[in-house]
């Protein structure tokens, strides 16, 4: 179980990365992945510097923390993820944007998945 946590966990931080060297090498493209308009003037630059530097931090910290199996790096990626949600959430009731379940449901899972391989990892540690 912990070897399939690890991967889905791994896979999940390769998958920020590639969004987050979209976003500074296509941020156009990165923008249509993500259903959001790219921005113009310092928004556009605050937009992909921030949205990069976000996704590759996560990448970092889920694909390190899962192929070294440092539990801690799982745990800081995955709430960095699960704070995405709540953040969309009032965006949509007290900010007039949209609705985003889907994409609210994918950070959901890629927390429960961080928060399972965190579980895992220290599980396996304490009993070696």
Do not use: Y
């Not at 931080?13 to 990165?30: D, R, V």
């Not at 959430?89 to 994918?106: C, K, Q, R, W």
Request: with cysteine; net charge positive.
């Amino acid at each position: 179980m912990l070897t399939l946590l690890r991967t889905l966990t791994g896979i999940a931080g390769l998958g920020a990365l590639t969004i987050g060297a979209i976003w500074w090498l296509q941020p156009e493209t990165a923008a249509g992945l993500l259903g959001a308009s790219l921005l113009d003037g310092t928004g556009r630059s605050a937009q992909i510097g921030d949205s990069g530097a976000f996704f590759i931090g996560v990448g970092v910290l889920l694909l390190w923390g899962a192929v070294k199996q440092r539990a801690i790096f799982v745990l800081i990626g995955g709430c960095l993820v699960g704070l995405v949600a709540p953040g969309r959430i009032l965006s949509a009731t007290l900010h007039n944007g949209a609705v985003t379940t889907p994409e609210v449901v994918v950070e959901c899972v890629i927390f429960a998945l961080a928060l399972m391989t965190w579980f895992a990892i220290n599980r396996h540690r304490h009993q070696v």
